[in-house]
């Protein structure tokens, strides 16, 4: 890991993330990007003439310049390079194919509590980058003095399209040597068989030789609900999950999984877009008799 990038509206939940974004960052000896993104106001917007506005403008600009400055020389970031960038006349998720972004190895990101996302940049925009960004993506949402993880919860359907993704979190897990708990959500809309499940998992563990896990196969009402409540049950520090980045009519009608949880799960969430989402619905598990729509969005 080389690149954090870490969006911030100068907000409390934004401080929070860039703190974390720290702690990895001292830890793996990356550095931080700092991308504040504002869409600046037009003259329409209450301006009477050219010469308010392009005074406002200057203003504005000079203030944010001065609090991005003051946030990356705050003590916990001592050691660290900092990156700072100032993007105007966009929103932030909409420069989510910039270099900023394409470049980042994880996006660190802030988001309010359990009751969901806020109206303002800590709110969609959270919601379009855990979405959008094809790189990892670490939604914060308390302030967190010293971030270490011991247990982490990686909810699958635990497919083959799992395991690129699934690199990404080794990774942590590597870095933190964690204890994994493979969680596999059962729901009476999408039944699969003990044993098909289980077979999967073994699968899976096999393929990347994991030893510090534990393997659970959880029945909910639905899959959201049965993460949240098996994650509190294990006491996990974080919940990594994949996300497969549906857009326009695709998201309209399957959701996002991922968002939900985001939006709903207090504990830091690690989200990972799978890279070659299967079409058309349903996704064929290799068994006889055996389709699952699990973790669709």
């Not at 877009?273 to 055996?290: A, D, L, Q, V």
Request: hydrophobic fraction near 40%.
């Amino acid at each position: 890991m080389k690149t954090i990038l870490v969006p911030t509206d100068f907000s409390g939940h934004a401080l929070y993330a860039l703190k974390v974004a720290a702690s990895i960052a001292k830890k793996t000896k990356s550095k931080i990007r700092l991308v504040h993104a504002s869409a600046t106001p037009t003259i329409s917007d209450g301006f009477q003439s050219f010469h308010y506005y392009d005074r406002f403008h200057r203003e504005l600009k000079a203030r944010t310049e001065e609090q991005i400055t003051e946030l990356s020389q705050l003590d916990f970031l001592k050691g660290i390079e900092v990156e700072k960038h100032l993007v105007s006349d966009y929103l932030l998720w909409e420069i989510k194919n910039g270099k900023w972004f394409k470049s980042a190895d994880l996006i660190v990101v802030g988001s309010h509590g359990a009751s969901g996302f806020s109206k303002g940049f800590i709110g969609s925009n959270t919601e379009k980058i855990v979405r959008l960004a094809n790189s990892p993506v670490l939604t914060i949402k308390n302030e967190i003095d010293d971030f270490v993880i011991k247990e982490m919860v990686f909810a699958s359907n635990f497919l083959e399209e799992s395991y690129t993704s699934f690199e990404k979190i080794k990774y942590f897990s590597d870095l933190y040597n964690v204890h994994f708990h493979l969680l596999k959500v059962i729901t009476p809309k999408e039944f699969e068989p003990t044993p098909v499940s289980q077979k999967l998992i073994k699968d899976f563990v096999d393929k990347f030789g994991l030893e510090n896990y534990s393997v659970s196969v959880y029945n909910s009402t639905s899959i959201e609900t049965g993460i949240i409540a098996f994650s509190n049950e294990v006491g996990a520090d974080l919940v990594a999950i994949e996300t497969h980045g549906r857009t326009g009519f695709a998201h309209l009608i399957n959701g996002s999984l991922a968002e939900d949880i985001v939006k709903h799960e207090t504990k830091p969430v690690l989200s990972i877009k799978i890279k070659t989402p299967i079409e058309h619905g349903e996704r064929f598990t290799g068994y006889r008799g055996g389709y699952s729509s699990w973790g669709h969005e």
